[in-house]
């Protein structure tokens, strides 16, 4: 082979992504940890993306004056964290001070090994801008660094916090 098509079938073989693990993984998270929201005395939990993907976060969760709209990003990967962010959740997260995206570490079996978050400051200086009306970004990959994503949930009250664990 030459080394353009070398070159091509690496370009061609980087690109691929197992989308049926990555929606296997994402369900996943979510449910864990709606399981893990609901078994905190008190709270209330809506798993809203059961039902409607239109709300622009996951988890509707409220617990005495704590009221959250949490988007879920789950991975099974220790180190790198890779979020996929669709415009319509990102400007859900501009309009929606209870919106917070929330990082979920799973374990091999795919339960839960970390709960962190990103802060929204982040996110909008990490998203791409629109430099025509012609044309617009509909979703972004997001590479966040380690040290972007906090321990837990600030936006929960001190109980819940202490039932996540550390990112």
Request: with cysteine; aromatic share 8%; net charge negative.
């Amino acid at each position: 082979m030459d080394p353009d098509a070398v070159f091509g079938q690496l370009v061609s073989s980087w690109g691929k992504v197992d989308t049926a693990a990555r929606e296997r993984v994402g369900a996943a998270g979510e449910e864990a940890l709606v399981n893990l929201l609901r078994d905190i005395s008190g709270s209330r939990v809506d798993h809203v993306s059961t039902w409607s993907d239109g709300f622009g976060y996951d988890i509707a969760f409220s617990r005495g004056l704590v009221n959250a709209h949490l988007e879920v990003k789950s991975t099974t990967r220790r180190g790198r964290f890779t979020a996929y962010l669709s415009r319509h959740e990102y400007n859900v997260m501009l309009r929606d001070p209870r919106w917070t995206l929330v990082t979920v570490r799973l374990s091999d079996d795919l339960t839960i090994d970390g709960v962190g978050t990103v802060p929204n400051d982040w996110i909008i200086g990490s998203t791409p801008c629109d430099s025509s009306p012609a044309g617009s970004w509909a979703s972004c990959k997001l590479e966040v660094p380690a040290n972007v994503i906090g321990d837990g949930m600030r936006s929960l009250d001190d109980e819940v916090a202490r039932r996540l664990p550390p990112w």
